[in-house]
């Protein structure tokens, strides 16, 4: 069985190698993997899992989609055949999360999903939505399970309400995608022009090019008569968390998801304007389970930027890497 390895930091520390065929133990699936989507947590621990702990060699990434081969003793959940998809945390199948649940996630403090066949707890996979592809329904576990929990589950996101999206990567596009599946309205910061475009023919309902306007939030402002957004899905961090209090309302919610850019906030506007700041890492099965009833019922489909083979798993991250791309990477297998 192929697969590959996280061997060394750095995507040329990535290897392709045979591994034994896995077999499914008790509670346990073993999945034949079609289709394998990135996030940049996965680009993450590829350049540096040591920092985070992981013993190598690792299977890396969270995301994948494809069918039930067999089922260990005592496994009824699922059944050979039925079309599957993974749960980035194997040890969270609802309720809050748990030490255990952070400890159990795919790709980082155990073996992930780029590889042909992978076992995992029968607690730990969904059916995947019935209208979609196994590389569209791979593209949901992480990012699209993040931007549900950020609006529907912490956020209670209701129809009428904005909701602003910084930059266009997985988890923005999503938010953009559910805000519209809701009847939200969605408005979308990026320094790209013809992504700003590709956002608004998903049903952005304003854009802001941050090149040509660097206080993005005073922008935010006059787009909502000075009352602010509802809800800030924050992928930046730091670096981009003062904009986002300043262009939220008072009582706002900020679902602070990414720390992409460095910086240091001042905590005071946060307590001035009670807003509500929850980070968020991705989320429980039962929510997986909410957000592809809610797909299928909207039949909305994932952006996917790229597709690349299994044996190009090593351009697949290249091409994650020089954040060009709208939507998501998939590797297909």
């Not at 400890?103 to 403090?109: D, E, F, I, N």
């Not at 099965?285 to 996917?304: C, D, K, S, T």
């Not at 090593?314 to 954040?323: M, P």
């Amino acid at each position: 069985m192929r697969a590959w390895e996280i061997r060394r930091p750095g995507i040329d520390g990535l290897v392709q190698v045979e591994r034994p065929a896995p077999r499914p133990g008790p509670g346990e699936v073993l999945v034949r993997i079609a289709a394998v989507a990135l996030n940049y947590r996965d680009l993450a621990t590829v350049r540096d899992p040591l920092s985070r702990g992981i013993a190598l060699p690792r299977v890396p990434c969270s995301d994948g989609a494809g069918v039930v081969l067999a089922v260990g003793p005592g496994a009824s959940r699922v059944k050979p055949g039925d079309r599957v998809i993974s749960c980035f945390f194997q040890a969270w199948e609802a309720g809050a999360i748990t030490p255990e649940a952070m400890g159990s996630a795919l790709g980082g403090p155990i073996d992930g999903v780029l590889a042909e066949e992978v076992v995992l707890r029968e607690g730990g996979v969904t059916l995947a939505p019935a209208h979609l592809s196994f590389a569209e329904a791979a593209c949901l576990p992480c990012a699209a399970l993040t931007a549900w929990h950020a609006l529907v589950e912490s956020g209670g996101l209701r129809p009428g309400e904005t909701v602003l999206c910084l930059g266009t990567g997985g988890v923005s596009v999503f938010a953009l995608q559910i805000a519209r599946l809701l009847n939200a309205q969605p408005i979308v910061v990026s320094g790209s022009p013809a992504k700003l475009e590709r956002a608004a023919a998903l049903g952005a309902a304003a854009k802001i090019d941050r090149s040509a306007v660097p206080e993005w939030e005073k922008a935010v402002s006059e787009l909502t008569r000075g009352r602010g957004v509802d809800h800030v899905v924050e992928v930046g961090g730091g670096g981009t968390l003062a904009r986002s209090i300043a262009a939220t309302r008072v009582g706002g919610h900020i679902a602070l998801i990414g720390i992409l850019a460095a910086g240091t906030v001042d905590p005071t506007p946060i307590m001035r304007k009670s807003i509500r700041l929850q980070g968020i890492y991705v989320g429980s099965r039962a929510m997986q389970e909410a957000m592809v009833r809610a797909f299928e019922a909207g039949e909305l489909r994932p952006v996917i930027d790229r597709r690349f083979r299994f044996e190009e798993a090593t351009d697949a991250f290249r091409a994650l890497e020089r954040a060009q791309h709208f939507g998501k990477i998939v590797i297909e297998l």
